[in-house]
């Protein structure tokens, strides 16, 4: 089985969109100060360059959920693997996700924080796959809409491999 990668979202076209993004939060956020949490280990590429462009004050925390494994889909089980370090009573919080697809661990963890009494809390992804929801999230802020493609690069991994990759790319497993 050999592994084949096609650029989806070139590298420019991608730090665009991240600093336009970033644009809108500060016009969102203005005056606030703002609890950004990662959700690693994917997220960790977009969420440190979108942190480069918000000009409010910013805290950033992370969580490890997991819901793929190794797999090129999403196993439907979610488990936390990793909780706050901080508390976000009061803060107006910002998820940032690298992409959402079925929604069932964005609205998972939606819910969970929404009960940690934030001021706020909204949704930002890289990439969004709205034709794969199975469960209703809103997403505030999304970068890319895209086709149901497993797709890698910028914090998203098969198997750990491929995050690396300063684009976007969809990935094919091809018989030899």
Same mark, same amino acid.
């Given at each position: 089985?050999?592994?084949?990668?096609?650029?989806?979202?070139?590298?420019?076209?991608?730090?665009?969109?991240?600093?336009?993004?970033?644009?809108?939060?500060?016009?969102?956020?203005?005056?606030?100060?703002?609890?950004?949490?990662?959700?690693?280990?994917?997220?960790?590429?977009?969420?440190?360059?979108?942190?480069?462009?918000?000009?409010?004050?910013?805290?950033?925390?992370?969580?490890?959920?997991?819901?793929?494994?190794?797999?090129?889909?999403?196993?439907?089980?979610?488990?936390?693997?990793?909780?706050?370090?901080?508390?976000?009573?009061?803060?107006? &919080?910002?998820?940032?996700? =690298?992409?959402v697809d079925s929604g069932r661990t +964005?609205?998972?963890? #939606?819910?969970?924080?929404? *009960?940690?009494?934030?001021?706020?809390?909204?949704?930002?992804?890289?990439?969004?796959?709205?034709?794969?929801?199975?469960?209703?999230?809103?997403v505030d802020y999304v970068g890319f809409?895209i086709e149901d493609l497993f797709v &890698?690069?910028?914090?998203? =991994?098969?198997?750990?491999?491929?995050?690396? +990759?300063?684009?976007? #790319?969809?990935?094919?497993? *091809?018989?030899?």
């Amino acid at each position: 089985m050999r592994e084949v990668t096609q650029v989806l979202i070139e590298e420019e076209k991608v730090a665009a969109r991240i600093r336009e993004m970033a644009e809108q939060i500060n016009r969102d956020y203005e005056g606030k100060k703002l609890h950004l949490i990662c959700i690693l280990s994917g997220s960790v590429f977009f969420a440190c360059e979108l942190a480069k462009y918000i000009k409010v004050p910013v805290k950033l925390d992370f969580m490890r959920v997991s819901s793929y494994g190794n797999s090129m889909s999403s196993s439907g089980s979610i488990s936390i693997d990793q909780d706050l370090q901080f508390g976000i009573d009061g803060k107006h &919080v910002l998820i940032v996700e =690298d992409i959402v697809d079925s929604g069932r661990t +964005l609205a998972f963890l #939606a819910n969970m924080l929404s *009960k940690r009494e934030p001021a706020s809390l909204r949704i930002c992804t890289l990439l969004d796959k709205p034709s794969c929801r199975v469960t209703e999230v809103d997403v505030d802020y999304v970068g890319f809409e895209i086709e149901d493609l497993f797709v &890698v690069g910028y914090g998203l =991994d098969y198997a750990q491999k491929y995050r690396n +990759l300063p684009y976007i #790319a969809q990935l094919e497993l *091809k018989e030899d």
